[in-house]
């Protein structure tokens, strides 16, 4: 994705070795989402030497590269505090000192957007690796690892090769996890595998009813599946993917325009679907941004968004090259999309009229003329480690004896299949937000160590922050930047603790992970007051 992805520069420069050589580091981590922003903040800060090693041309995944709020505000913002913390304050440090007003406050903890613009994440984000003297090392695509008695001996890139005592895999795919031998699932498990009420098919959204065929019989594009099968069975399904659209109302800004490739029969399910259904606004969420500026999302609750739904499935399992492919795919439906709401007379003129006011802000993302630069994967491979998570462990057994982190966002699932049915079709998979604390957030519950650390018969040097150990059902609840982050912290201090003594990561002692986390700021215990 190199010609694609990419971003503003950094505001450091940061020397790093010739192609082909070999740099040494205490910690590696691959991904530099924010979960893996954290990870090497925090093991840094442990004084240990860290590599930050990310795929594409930029830091910070959907934060810096679209997703411009936290869904902090369905959390317990009592329970993020750290480096999750810090990060937002530094965010409103940075509009404070341009003389920019935020409609909000980092040390109030209520459930208002903590909005930002892209850019600035990534500003942000750049200043504090600096500071923490992480070397970060960019479009470094993973080729190998090498590994021996249960131990990553060395990461391997297209350049170069990267040797560490302790390694964190902070991709949303579990890439390194996964390359390394380490046992792991994808998708979602049955009903009876954990108990979980919420695993299976689910279809809590209303059909819709329309022509899901063609003039031949086939179903249109956008249906993924004529069979149901089985609801209380799993599969290797994956909630749908999107970006995160940056979008302003600036007339001076870059207009939509028709893409190239724009093909209106891909949209008849769309143009059946608005004729059925007129809509009163544009088909996804839009949430205001500093700078004049919206967040564009996927509609949870749409029958038809800016996801794709079904679009994802081949991402994990495909090589750099074939994820540039469906990358492209998920980039033309958006564009089209938002051309097919902008100009199709299906479309009511109140809302063709409100597209049409929106455009590509002219500072952001301008190597890409405004397109947003990372894929929303919302959900890849899932570590089988120490300790699998579960619905129970998100809504009942919410205590743990070694918590790294507190998690506390709804289990939320965006749509999973679209299934043509004899009359129209129904969307599958959706888990509607379980918002138990007065309607606003989610439940506290604690993340155990445990859940990011493999098998020691699998690897003994490496942590899984990101694609953690735990079921579709307590993913759809973990998976949001907020949790991770914490996460992510929690297995940077254990690796610098592991790369230091020597030991397995399995070995850490809890007592002086504990330690060393509260002293940087994390909390690990529930709250007194729900």
């Known amino acids: 994705m190199r010609s694609i992805l990419s971003s503003i520069a950094l505001i450091a420069v940061l020397v790093v070795p010739a192609r082909g050589e070999t740099p040494e580091f205490d910690v590696v981590v691959f991904g530099a989402t924010p979960g893996g922003v954290t990870a090497a903040?925090?093991?840094?800060?442990?004084?240990?030497?860290?590599?930050?090693?990310?795929?594409?041309?930029?830091?910070?995944?959907?934060?810096?590269?679209?997703?411009?709020?936290?869904?902090?505000?369905?959390?317990?913002?009592?329970?993020?505090?750290?480096?999750f913390e810090e990060i937002h304050l530094r965010i409103e440090k940075d509009y404070r000192d341009r003389g920019v007003s935020l409609p909000y406050q980092v040390a109030v903890k209520d459930q208002t957007h903590w909005t930002y613009e892209p850019h600035v994440a990534e500003r942000?984000?750049?200043?504090?690796?600096?500071?923490?003297?992480?070397?970060?090392?960019?479009?470094?695509?993973?080729?190998?690892?090498?590994?021996?008695?249960?131990?990553?001996?060395?990461?391997?890139?297209?350049?170069?090769?990267?040797?560490?005592?302790?390694?964190?895999?902070?991709?949303?795919?579990?890439?390194?996890?996964?390359?390394?031998?380490?046992?792991?699932?994808i998708g979602r498990e049955s009903r009876a595998t954990f108990g979980e009420s919420l695993a299976g098919r689910r279809y809590p959204k209303k059909p819709v009813v329309l022509d899901p065929l063609d003039?031949?019989?086939?179903?249109?594009?956008?249906?993924?599946?004529?069979?149901?099968?089985?609801?209380?069975?799993?599969?290797?399904?994956?909630?749908?993917?999107?970006?995160?659209?940056?979008?302003?109302?600036?007339?001076?800004?870059?207009?939509?325009?028709?893409?190239?490739?724009?093909?209106?029969?891909?949209?008849?399910?769309?143009?059946?679907?608005?004729?059925?259904?007129?809509?009163?606004?544009?088909?996804?969420?839009?949430?205001?941004?500093?700078?004049?500026?919206?967040?564009?999302?996927?509609?949870?609750?749409?029958?038809?968004?800016?996801?794709?739904?079904?679009?994802?499935?081949?991402?994990?399992?495909?090589?750099?090259?074939?994820r540039e492919a469906i990358f492209h795919e998920h980039r033309d439906y958006t564009l089209g999309l938002l051309w097919f709401l902008a100009s199709d007379p299906a479309v009511p003129e109140s809302v063709r009229r409100e597209m049409q006011?929106?455009?590509?802000?002219?500072?952001?993302?301008?190597?890409?003329?405004?397109?947003?630069?990372?894929?929303?994967?919302?959900?890849?491979?899932?570590?089988?480690?120490?300790?699998?998570?579960?619905?129970?462990?998100?809504?009942?057994r919410t205590t743990k004896d070694d918590s790294i982190a507190i998690g506390s966002f709804p289990i939320d699932s965006h749509d999973v299949r679209r299934v043509a049915t004899?009359?129209?079709?129904?969307?599958?998979?959706?888990?509607?937000?379980?918002?138990?604390?007065?309607?606003?957030?989610?439940?506290?519950?604690?993340?155990?160590?445990?859940?990011?650390?493999?098998?020691?018969?699998?690897?003994?040097?490496?942590?899984?922050?990101?694609?953690?150990s735990c079921s579709h059902v307590a993913f759809s609840s973990i998976r949001v930047e907020p949790t991770w982050m914490a996460i992510g912290q929690g297995a940077g201090v254990a690796a610098a603790i592991a790369a230091r003594t020597g030991r397995a990561v399995q070995d850490v002692p809890y007592v002086d992970l504990r330690e060393r986390l509260l002293k940087q700021g994390q909390v690990l215990d529930l709250p007194d007051v729900p």
């Open 124 to 185: 942000v984000i750049n200043a504090l690796l600096a500071e923490a003297g992480v070397r970060v090392f960019l479009e470094e695509r993973l080729r190998s690892v090498e590994k021996a008695d249960a131990r990553i001996q060395a990461l391997v890139t297209e350049k170069r090769r990267f040797t560490a005592r302790a390694f964190v895999d902070a991709t949303y795919e579990g890439d390194l996890m996964a390359s390394a031998g380490v046992g792991f699932t």
């Open 422 to 468: 004899a009359d129209g079709f129904v969307n599958e998979g959706t888990i509607f937000p379980d918002r138990g604390v007065g309607g606003k957030r989610g439940k506290a519950y604690q993340i155990p160590f445990r859940a990011v650390l493999p098998v020691p018969a699998d690897c003994r040097n490496l942590l899984v922050p990101v694609a953690l």
């Open 41 to 83: 903040v925090a093991a840094a800060r442990e004084g240990a030497a860290v590599a930050l090693v990310e795929p594409q041309d930029f830091v910070g995944g959907v934060m810096s590269g679209g997703l411009s709020f936290s869904d902090s505000n369905q959390t317990d913002r009592r329970t993020l505090r750290g480096l």
């Open 215 to 322: 003039s031949q019989g086939r179903p249109l594009p956008l249906i993924t599946t004529v069979e149901k099968g089985d609801d209380a069975a799993g599969d290797g399904d994956v909630m749908t993917y999107s970006f995160r659209l940056c979008l302003t109302k600036d007339p001076n800004a870059t207009p939509l325009t028709k893409p190239q490739n724009y093909d209106p029969a891909r949209y008849e399910l769309v143009r059946r679907f608005v004729a059925a259904y007129p809509p009163k606004k544009p088909l996804f969420d839009l949430y205001p941004l500093p700078g004049g500026k919206f967040d564009g999302n996927n509609s949870i609750g749409g029958q038809i968004s800016t996801g794709l739904v079904g679009g994802g499935n081949r991402w994990c399992s495909s090589s750099y090259v074939e």
């Open 357 to 396: 006011s929106y455009r590509w802000p002219v500072d952001e993302f301008t190597k890409t003329d405004g397109f947003p630069t990372a894929l929303y994967v919302r959900e890849g491979r899932r570590m089988l480690g120490l300790f699998i998570l579960t619905q129970a462990d998100v809504q009942e």
